[in-house]
């Protein structure tokens, strides 16, 4: 995952300006490949404040800190809708595919502009249409198709929350930040076979494992040939397979 979409992580942090001895906050921070490289950057003098509300995700961040010998990194449990530090005391806030998934995805930003310093930035990343994420929505809607699980609801938070165009920059806005910045990247996501799509789909969403777990034998092999066959544009010769997503990134500043 993180070799297909480091090009998002990348755009994340340049657009945050780490320099050395600031604070960065990372929310939804999940393995923490986002806010470490921020934390190179912010030296020994800075310091970056991974969260989430995971602690068996936290505990994976901590373990890619050590592999990196980073020290100046504090591991908090963290809800984004409330930020347990003290107004004015960020410089950045990075949060890749995290507002998108909070039931308040409004309150998370206004916690993250309360944090900020005056003229610090805020950098996210979310998911465009569902028609562009291949790699996120094939499986999900073969399913569907298959008359095999039922359609989310449509105002539940999820990865595609934010594909509305203009729906971004209507909530930083209402959070009270400026100069907001939109942009798209293309991203390609890549796969020895056609077994490693399946697992690894199944491996991402527990709603979708859970559906499976739940399936006949008879239901489970009419998914897999489905599935097979709508992957079959996207394999190369080599029986490797290269599904397209695409991810929306913003910046904006307090």
């Not at 990196?68 to 890749?96: H, M, P, S, Y």
């Not at 291949?134 to 499986?139: K, R, S």
């Not at 105002?155 to 798209?184: H, I, K, M, S, T």
């Not at 559906?211 to 490797?240: C, K």
Request: proline share 8%.
């Amino acid at each position: 995952m993180q070799a297909s979409a480091a090009v998002v992580s990348a755009w994340l942090v340049d657009h945050i300006e780490p320099q050395p001895g600031q604070t960065i906050l990372e929310l939804a921070a999940g393995p923490g490949d986002t806010g470490l490289m921020a934390a190179e950057l912010v030296g020994p003098s800075g310091k970056l404040i991974s969260t989430d509300a995971s602690e068996e995700m936290l505990d994976v961040a901590r373990r890619r800190a050590e592999e990196l010998g980073l020290e100046n990194v504090e591991f908090k449990i963290v809800e984004g809708e409330w930020i347990d530090l003290k107004t004015a005391t960020v410089d950045g806030v990075l949060c890749r595919w995290g507002y998108m998934l909070m039931l308040d995805p409004e309150a998370a930003l206004r916690e993250t502009r309360r944090v900020l310093r005056p003229g610090g930035h805020i950098a996210l990343a979310a998911w465009a249409a569902p028609e562009e994420n291949l790699n996120m929505t094939l499986a999900p809607r073969t399913l569907l198709e298959l008359g095999l699980t039922e359609p989310p609801p449509a105002d539940e938070p999820g990865p595609f929350a934010f594909a509305q165009p203009g729906r971004v920059e209507e909530l930083l806005d209402a959070a009270g930040f400026d100069d907001a910045v939109v942009e798209y990247l293309d991203l390609r996501f890549h796969y020895p076979t056609r077994d490693d799509v399946f697992d690894t789909v199944t491996d991402l969403s527990p709603t979708l494992s859970t559906v499976l777990r739940d399936l006949s034998p008879a239901d489970h092999t009419r998914f897999r040939d489905a599935l097979d066959e709508r992957i079959e544009p996207f394999t190369r010769p080599d029986g490797g397979v290269e599904l397209p997503g695409r991810a929306l990134v913003a910046a904006a500043s307090a």
